[in-house]
């Protein structure tokens, strides 16, 4: 928790937004990669820190052979900047700290590590990894709210050239069904007379694994619809007057206030990673998949309604419930 307060925004005053990135370091030699969303994504991010990983494997020391740097190129290299402002800009800048120091402190982070079983062990049960950790946390909101919301979670369109991302929408007709009989002990498809089976619960397992890789794969060759709507509305609101009425449906309103936001990076190289909640009720749900465990670092603002370390609490449970169904036993 404390390494990612430190990472995401630390004192407010070291992030260089106009850099592609930020390499912080701490004093205990904890280092993180810190950036802004607009210029790119993960992938690239990620690529970045698998080869600075894999150099510090391979090349874990400063060869003897390695003369160096002579203080003259250290003093041409470095040098400092002084920074002349008016009062105006004197006045941004107090008003810009104080903003954030207001919304820092509200923020709430919590992780949680779960090594029951992990990408090993669901793939071993051809359920997709993925998939269950979304279908977790539909579940996991479900036991906290009683109710379904917008989720987002990202995925690369990097196969094509200048591809960012589309997104996948994991809240489901499959994990609305899955989500109420493991919380509620009833299968509304099937009427909802009595208490679904190991093998009913396993079966919609498996439909929303499947589901899950359909839209996954769709989003990744460009087959979603988030993305073509964006730019619509872009395009609509580039020419002025009111926007067409689809934009100004609730349906659409609601379906992007992504109360869950997602997304994870799969590295050896990478621990955790995180960011904050996108809507003020919001959680933001950085996530890991990894051979023998997953794991969720979780947001979420003090004043957004949210318990953050409930959350990750009845995610716990979900997650215990999906790993007993797929080793045949009953849920407790």
Request: net charge neutral.
């Amino acid at each position: 928790v404390r390494l990612s307060h430190l990472m995401l925004h630390g004192v407010g005053g070291d992030r260089w937004f106009d850099k592609s990135l930020s390499l912080i370091v701490a004093a205990d030699g904890e280092a993180a990669v810190h950036f802004e969303h607009s210029w790119g994504d993960g992938v690239a991010v990620l690529r970045f820190i698998n080869e600075i990983y894999k150099d510090s494997l391979k090349r874990p020391a400063v060869s003897p052979d390695d003369a160096p740097p002579s203080s003259d190129v250290e003093q041409s290299s470095v040098r400092r900047l002084d920074f002349r402002l008016d009062d105006a800009t004197k006045a941004a800048v107090d008003a810009a700290r104080r903003q954030f120091h207001r919304t820092v402190s509200g923020l709430v982070i919590h992780a949680m590590e779960f090594d029951k079983y992990g990408k090993n062990f669901l793939k071993k049960q051809n359920i997709s990894p993925d998939a269950v950790m979304q279908l977790a946390f539909q579940m996991a909101f479900f036991r906290e709210h009683g109710h379904e919301v917008a989720t987002y979670e990202s995925c690369s369109t990097a196969a094509f050239r200048h591809g960012r991302t589309e997104t996948v929408r994991p809240a489901t007709s499959a994990t609305r069904r899955c989500t109420r009989a493991f919380v509620l002990g009833r299968d509304e498809a099937g009427g909802g007379a009595s208490p679904p089976g190991v093998a009913e619960l396993r079966a919609m397992l498996d439909e929303c694994s499947r589901y899950h890789g359909k839209l996954t794969r769709e989003a990744a060759m460009g087959q979603g619809f988030d993305r073509h709507l964006f730019a619509l509305r872009k395009l609509a609101s580039a020419r002025g007057g009111s926007l067409p009425e689809l934009y100004r449906d609730e349906a659409y309103t609601r379906i992007n206030h992504n109360v869950l936001s997602t997304s994870t990076l799969a590295s050896d190289a990478v621990r955790l990673g995180g960011f904050a909640p996108v809507v003020p009720d919001g959680f933001g749900l950085g996530y890991g998949i990894h051979a023998h465990s997953m794991g969720c670092n979780a947001s979420g603002y003090a004043g957004g309604g949210r318990d953050v370390a409930h959350f990750l609490k009845t995610l716990r449970v979900s997650l215990e419930q999906i790993g007993a169904v797929l080793e045949g036993r009953p849920i407790a």
